[in-house]
T-cell receptor, first 116, second 118 residues
Framework: DTGVSQNPRHKITKRGQNVTFRCDPISEHNRLYWYRQTLGQGPEFLTYFQNEAQLEKSRLLSDRFSAERPKGSFSTLEIQRTEQGDSAMYLC??????????????FGPGTRLTVL | AQTVTQSQPEMSVQEAETVTLSCTYDTSESDYYLFWYKQPPSRQMILVIRQEAYKQQNATENRFSVNFQKAAKSFSLKISDSQLGDAAMYFCAYRSWKYGGATNKLIFGTGTLLAVQP
């Protein structure tokens, strides 16, 4: 399978615990995005990377959230001291940016987080 | 800031019939992209169709076509000959275009849940 993969697919945690999600983009893609989708809403942008550089962060990304993309390959999204309001689907997408590239974003299946 | 509005939370269509999903958006930019994404139940989101704002011709992909009205800031999706596999949540999305691709985030509407009746 050469699509975007995310692990775990489901995560249940207790309030106050830390959680980490992983995203593996399509191998040649240089851009990687994180979005959050709550029930009944469309995805909301959180942050994006070009290679290993984090170029944009949303105001939604509080100081409890941190994202990394070491070596410009996979990415991790960590949430510290989880709150019930963090319960959502976390989506990862990747794209290939370049002069001749349309930069279409391909989405992964998401990680569903439930905070009890 | 740009916003995307989908005013139809749910729609239903009979198999083989045609349905139109509505989307309006607000922006002060002149160059941008618009998209329709499909999110089947428990499956990942896939791109259905895109439209570049500078193109006057409406995009078409097989049974899917759009009606892009730039002045009215309207971007509807028409699905012809509806099939059971078209049942999904459909999201309208906006992306700015700036030289050098500085802004890449997608701004989504709240979605329209499409049911296809056999």
């Amino acid at each position: 399978d050469t699509g975007v993969s995310q692990n775990p697919r489901h995560k249940i945690t207790k309030r106050g615990q830390n959680v980490t999600f992983r995203c593996d983009p399509i191998s040649e893609h240089n851009r990687l995005y994180w979005y959050r989708q709550t029930l009944g809403q469309g995805p909301e942008f959180l942050t994006y990377f070009q290679n290993e550089a984090q170029l944009e962060k949303s105001r939604l990304l509080s100081d409890r959230f941190s994202a990394e993309r070491p070596k410009g390959s996979f990415s991790t999204l960590e949430i510290q001291r989880t709150e019930q309001g963090d319960s959502a689907m976390y989506l990862c997408a990747s794209s290939l940016a370049g002069q001749r590239s349309y930069n279409e974003q391909f989405f992964g299946p998401g990680t569903r987080l439930t905070v009890l | 800031a740009q916003t995307v509005t989908q005013s139809q939370p749910e729609m239903s269509v009979q198999e083989a019939e045609t349905v139109t999903l509505s989307c309006t958006y607000d922006t002060s930019e002149s160059d941008y992209y618009l998209f329709w994404y499909k999110q089947p139940p428990s499956r990942q989101m896939i791109l259905v169709i895109r439209q570049e704002a500078y193109k006057q011709q409406n995009a078409t992909e097989n049974r899917f076509s759009v009606n892009f009205q730039k002045a009215a800031k309207s971007f509807s999706l028409k699905i012809s000959d509806s099939q059971l596999g078209d049942a999904a949540m459909y999201f309208c999305a906006y992306r700015s275009w700036k030289y050098g691709g500085a802004t890449n985030k997608l701004i989504f509407g709240t979605g329209t849940l499409l049911a296809v009746q056999p």
